[in-house]
C-alpha cells in the first residue's frame, strides 16, 4: 500500500509541475513542494500506526 502512495504522490507532484491543480494552496507551479511535506506526514502517520 505505501508503494502506491508514493507513486501517486510522485505522480501528482509531476502533475502540478506541468499543470497546477488549482487546488487552495496549489495554484502555482512552485507548490508542489506542498505535496511532497503531506507525503513525508502521510508516510510518518503510517509507521506510527502499523504494529
Do not use: E, H, N, Y
Not at 495554484?27 to 502499523?50: N, P, Q, S
Amino acid at each position: 500500500m505505501t508503494k502506491f502512495f508514493s507513486a501517486l504522490f510522485i505522480l501528482l507532484m509531476l502533475v502540478q509541475l506541468i499543470r497546477p491543480l488549482g487546488l487552495p494552496g496549489l495554484r502555482k507551479r512552485g507548490d508542489f513542494w506542498k505535496l511532497a511535506v503531506v507525503a513525508f506526514v502521510v508516510f510518518g502517520l503510517t509507521i506510527l500506526v502499523r504494529p
